[in-house]
């Protein structure tokens, strides 16, 4: 008897994943934004959650695209591994 995996729930599970890394990720800059404190620091701050919304828009892309579970599995571990 073997497992069958959903590949989409399995995706949908790796998109979880993600969310809560970059959601992580934001949490140092989130402060700075919602503080509202001017100047170079609120530029900065958005500029690196820019970077970060990049960052994971890629991830995103590799998640939708992967073909079977050893990809995603892949993706998920060095999304844990950063």
């Known amino acids: 008897m073997s497992i069958v995996i ?3 729930k399995a995706k949908n599970i790796a998109h979880d994943m993600r969310r809560a890394a ?9 402060e700075v934004i919602a503080r509202r404190i001017p100047g170079l620091a609120e530029e900065e701050a958005e500029a690196a959650r820019q970077a970060i919304r990049a960052k994971y828009a890629v ?3 590799d998640i939708d ?6 990809e ?5 571990e060095n999304l844990n591994a950063a």
């Open 6 to 8: 959903n590949i989409d």
């Open 22 to 30: 970059r959601a992580e990720e934001f949490k140092p800059y989130d």
């Open 59 to 61: 991830i995103q892309a």
């Open 65 to 70: 695209s992967s073909a079977d579970v050893n």
């Open 72 to 76: 995603l599995k892949t993706i998920v």
